[in-house]
Every structure is written in C-alpha cells, then in structure tokens.
C-alpha cells in the first residue's frame, strides 16, 4: 500500500519541509540565542532567502519578535503562551508540585524537576533555596543527561544497552570537573543503580554539589528530582540529609503510585 500524501506532495509519513523548519528555527533560537537573519541562515544552513518569508510568517503570528532596530529576531510572546500551557496540563508536574515543595522545606536547598529527553534533561520544575546560589538551571533549560545528577539517576534504571547508547564516546566538558570518561560515567550509573541516587560534584556548575534520584511514575524513570548545594555549605550531617529525604520520598511515591503512572 502507498503511503498517503499531503497537498505538497509530501509523504504522510515523513516531515513536512516547512513546518520542520519552522520547528528548528525555534529549537535553534531556543538553545543558541537570538540572531540575525545572516545569523540564522548561517546556524540552520537555510537559504537566506528562504529564510525570510518563513521569519516573517513567525513574525506575525507571535512566534518570533524582534529588537528595536527589526534585525534581530527572538522568541516571541507565543513559545511562552504554549509553554504555559503544557506545564499546566502534564500530570507530572501536577503530582509532583507538592512533593518539590517538601524536598525544599525539608533540606532549605535549591530543588530541581527534569525529564529526559533523548540524551538530556529539561528542568520543568525548581524551588529556589533561600540561600544564595548562582545555579543557572532555569526552568527548560537543557543539560546532557549523563553529566548531571539528576540524569544520571533517571538513565540507572535504564537498560545498559540503552543508557549506554545515549552517552556519546567524546564527552562534551560543562565545567573543567565535568567527568569526560565514558566508562567512567557508565560506572557512576552502575552505583547510582544500586544506592538508589546519583551525585555529582562541579561536572554541571563549579561550586555545587548535586544529589539526585529518578522518580517512580514510569518504568523505566523519565522523571527525576535533584538538589543542588552550595560545596561551601555542604557537611556530612548536611549531605546525609539531603540524601535520606530524597531517598525516602521516592521510597513514598514507589508505594503510592505502584510504578504504574501512566504517560
């Protein structure tokens, strides 16, 4: 049987060009930064002059704005309208709330919720610590999986084969400590897998120590929940507490949720 086709002519199954590209104008925006049309096209490798119309449909429907001068463009009000929304409605984010607030009353420390996504986490959640913390991890912002506490915990309960296959062979560094050693990461994941959490030390911000551990609502875990604390800050008493509230909420949630969330 032949596949059905849209009025472009394009396979049903495969992408359409143009929505593909307005969809990696965006990532790119989103990831690198605003830019320049030149820029753009440069970053995308699409043709300048293909590039214009499709800014310019963006432009005008919200999904992109520009500066004063008109010549650089970045996301615009409608990425949030849409990212509001999906935050609304992910039943994730929904249990979690309360379980978030906990972990920071508890340990008076910066909380974090991430999802994996490919070989990265996106931050969907945080509770900022009363103390000052210079942690850039707003929420959306995306880390490598394998180079963050909170992802490291959430690909232990993975297949190894397949937590394998996401860590690539080059290690891109975050920070001068970031572990760069792909057996060595692999290794990190074995023990994590068997203590129930994950940590790391200045791999993803210098100066913090990160202690994390997946969360039961799917098996295998796509969700996950950290705590980020200042090394400065950080003591045996204070590390053994951090580590024993994680521990026992996801202990709590296994026994609530049954490991049967559905996605």
Same mark, same amino acid.
């Given at each position: 049987?032949?596949?059905?086709?849209?009025?472009n002519g394009t396979s049903a199954a495969g992408p359409v060009k143009s929505a593909a590209r307005a969809l990696d104008l965006l990532d790119e925006i989103a990831a690198n930064g605003p830019g320049t049309q030149l820029q753009l096209s440069t970053r995308l490798g699409i043709p300048k002059s293909s590039l214009h119309?499709?800014? @310019? &449909?963006? =432009?005008?429907?919200?999904?992109l704005q520009t500066d004063p001068t008109g010549s650089v463009y970045r996301l615009g009000i409608n990425a949030l309208v849409v990212s509001s929304a999906y935050l609304s409605a992910d039943p994730v984010l929904a249990r979690a709330s309360a379980v978030i607030d906990e972990v920071a009353a508890a340990?008076?420390?910066?909380?974090?919720?991430?999802?994996?996504?490919?070989?990265?986490v996106i931050y969907t959640a945080k509770r900022e610590s009363a103390h000052p913390l210079r942690m850039h991890s707003p929420v959306g912002r995306r880390l490598p999986a394998y180079s963050t506490a909170l992802g490291?915990?959430?690909?232990s309960e993975h297949p190894v084969d397949? @937590? &394998?296959? =996401?860590?690539?062979?080059?290690?891109?560094?975050?920070?001068?400590?970031?572990?760069t050693d792909k057996d060595r990461v692999l290794d990190m994941m074995v023990v994590a897998a068997e203590v129930g959490y994950a940590a790391e030390s200045d791999e993803s911000c210098i100066g913090v120590r990160c202690f994390g551990v997946a969360l039961p609502f799917a098996r295998p875990a796509v969700d996950g929940l950290s705590v980020a604390v200042?090394?400065?800050?950080?003591?045996?008493?204070?590390?053994?507490?951090?580590?024993?509230?994680?521990?026992?909420v996801r202990a709590r949630l296994a026994v609530?949720?049954?490991?049967?969330m559905v996605r």
């Open positions: 049987m032949q596949p059905q086709t849209v009025n119309a499709l800014l @310019r &449909t963006m =432009l005008d429907r919200g999904w340990t008076d420390e910066t909380v974090n919720l991430g999802r994996l996504n490919g070989p990265d490291r915990a959430i690909l397949y @937590r &394998t296959s =996401l860590i690539p062979d080059h290690i891109e560094p975050i920070t001068t400590h970031t572990v200042p090394a400065s800050r950080l003591d045996t008493r204070r590390e053994d507490l951090i580590v024993e509230t994680l521990l026992s609530e949720h049954g490991n049967s």
